[in-house]
């Protein structure tokens, strides 16, 4: 039987911060950024709201944390490199949808996010889309103007039809986990 009075070990101040992050990203993903409040935060963590304003002197610092480190873990540029030679259109897209999907369905917490955020209508929310969205809209946008410049697809509108596009993706991805019960 372990020892009440036993010292635990304590994280290191990166260990405590990538903490505070990853409890965030739930909390946030689960109640929206309006919700949480520091002390719900701090207690979650099992630190005094003192200690957690050490680590980010607002919750609007944290959010930027939050958003830094999902878009680091969804790492799109780095996912969609693959695609950068493609020249087929269907394989194009395909590969655009299946990284979506996937992507959306193993982080969980960004359908969520995403939702909450621009259904809160906080003024994050337009940093959530452009660092969550607007990469894959700019970088399908690109090559559609590219295959149309070299003849491979019909004259269109890339920004409507890559915005279109990923909307679809997008939306699908958020489907999948707001009708996932039924």
């Known amino acids: 039987m372990p020892n009440p009075k036993a010292k635990?070990?304590?994280?290191?101040a990166d260990e405590r911060r990538k903490q505070i992050v990853e409890t965030a990203t739930l909390l946030f993903s689960e109640m929206g950024f309006e919700r949480v409040t520091i002390r719900l935060?701090?207690?979650r963590c099992?630190?005094?709201?003192?200690?957690?304003y050490r680590y980010f002197d607002s919750k609007e610092k944290l959010f930027d944390a939050v958003l830094t480190a999902l878009k680091s873990r969804v790492d799109i540029d780095g996912a969609l490199a693959p695609l950068e030679e493609c020249e087929?259109?269907?394989?194009?897209?395909?590969?655009?949808?299946?990284h979506i999907l996937s992507t959306y369905s193993k982080n969980t917490e960004l359908a969520r996010l995403l939702l909450l955020s621009a259904?809160?209508?906080?003024?994050?929310?337009?940093r959530v889309f452009q660092d969550l969205r607007v990469p894959y809209v700019k970088f399908l946008m690109r090559h559609l103007q590219t295959m149309n410049h070299r003849g491979v697809i019909r004259d269109m509108n890339p920004e409507i039809t890559a915005r279109c596009f990923i909307g679809m993706a997008i939306d699908c991805s958020l489907s999948t986990h707001l009708w996932k019960a039924m």
């Open 8 to 12: 635990r070990s304590r994280l290191t």
């Open 46 to 52: 099992g630190v005094t709201e003192a200690a957690l």
């Open 119 to 126: 259904l809160g209508g906080h003024p994050l929310a337009k």
């Open 88 to 98: 087929d259109v269907e394989e194009l897209l395909f590969g655009l949808a299946r």
């Open 41 to 43: 935060l701090a207690a």
